[in-house]
């Protein structure tokens, strides 16, 4: 494998695994205030739905995201409704707003453009184009650190650097400002923050809010960034893998960018080499397309029960008089 090969793979994988980085920095917002969210699969869906139908529609990329964020927020508060306000199980509200995207999204899309679901492809400003960074095309000659300039860090759409910036953002924000040390405190001992005159559904819901406008830019991303417009359930189960990302990483911004650009080298893998012959064995394309799940199945069963969630994760408040 020359050098050449290796740029482009680490290119896809960096493509890949940004929307898995957004959505698992979401989990990871929602989970650290002890609100488990099943529903990613479905906010990333919803919001891809529509900031590709408004795009096509307005002809602007940026008023579909927009579009796209309001969406996933709107799942994400409606989620917030019922696990935080109406204290139901948060584990069965996931599921419900994975449902009802997959639903809604088949059938608005086809009332709208009868498309089978589909929106129509998106073209010009109605999609991100990439960035070319500064100096790109001067340093390629520079042996070694030219190519990987230009190749992998320069050339890819504005949601991929806003995707490595907020793993910084993220850290900063939860160990380092009184709103993160809050957060993580009221998914630890939810009592002793209400004890302190901090407002335990205040906090939760601006986790969950978070959460949403996280999974929004993921979807947006997912369909006028990687993609050139939005298809029948084109999350693929990406909500489910940035869930085992976020398990993997043992709920911290640092780790979960290396778990999620391990699942997007291995998609990149399986969607470059569709055999892989291994001398007495020939790996099918079908065993390289499952690559991606059969990982997140291993690290659910290796890991789930050596990674520690946050304490009251899943627990409902209930204020003491």
């Known amino acids: 494998m020359d050098y050449a090969t290796i740029l ?17 920095l979401a989990g990871l917002f929602s989970e650290r205030a ?26 602007s990329v940026w008023i579909g995201v927009a579009a796209g964020l309001c969406a996933s927020l709107a799942l994400a508060l409606l989620h917030g409704l019922a696990s935080i306000t109406f204290r139901g199980n948060q584990l069965i509200s996931g599921v419900a707003i994975n449902f009802l995207a997959s639903g809604l999204t088949v059938l608005i899309g086809q009332k709208w453009f009868a498309l089978g679901g589909r929106t129509p492809s998106l073209e010009g400003a109605a999609r991100f ?38 793993v910084p953002a993220a850290w900063w924000v939860l160990y380092r400002s009184r ?79 290396g778990a999620t650009m391990l699942f997007g080298l291995l998609e990149a893998i399986a969607n470059r080499y569709q055999n892989i012959d291994l001398g007495a064995v020939v790996l099918p394309v079908q065993f390289m397309q499952a690559l991606p799940y059969i990982l997140t199945v291993v690290i659910l069963a290796g890991f789930v029960g050596r990674a520690i969630p946050p304490r009251a994760g899943g627990e409902p408040y209930v204020k003491e008089r």
């Not at 994988?13 to 898995?20: D, I, S």
């Not at 070319?132 to 190519?147: D, Y």
């Open 179 to 257: 709103f993160g040390l809050r957060l993580r405190a009221v998914g630890e001992n939810p009592a002793a923050v209400d004890t302190a005159g901090i407002s335990v559904v205040r906090m939760r819901y601006a986790a969950v809010a978070i959460c949403g406008l996280l999974c929004g830019l993921a979807g947006a991303y997912l369909a006028t960034g990687l993609s050139a417009g939005f298809v029948k359930e084109m999350t693929a189960g990406r909500g489910y893998i940035a869930l085992a990302a976020l398990i993997f990483a043992k709920w911290r911004p640092w780790y979960a960018l």
């Open 34 to 59: 002890g609100i488990f969210d099943i529903g990613l699969e479905g906010k990333m869906l919803m919001a891809g739905f529509a900031a590709a139908a408004i795009a096509a529609v307005s002809g």
């Open 129 to 166: 184009a990439p960035i070319e960074l500064p100096f790109a095309e001067v340093l390629l000659p520079v042996p070694v650190a030219g190519p990987l300039y230009r190749e992998l860090i320069s050339g890819h759409s504005v949601l991929v650097y806003v995707a490595f910036a907020a």
């Open 8 to 24: 482009q793979i680490l290119d896809s994988t960096v493509r890949l695994g940004t929307p898995l980085l957004l959505a698992c």
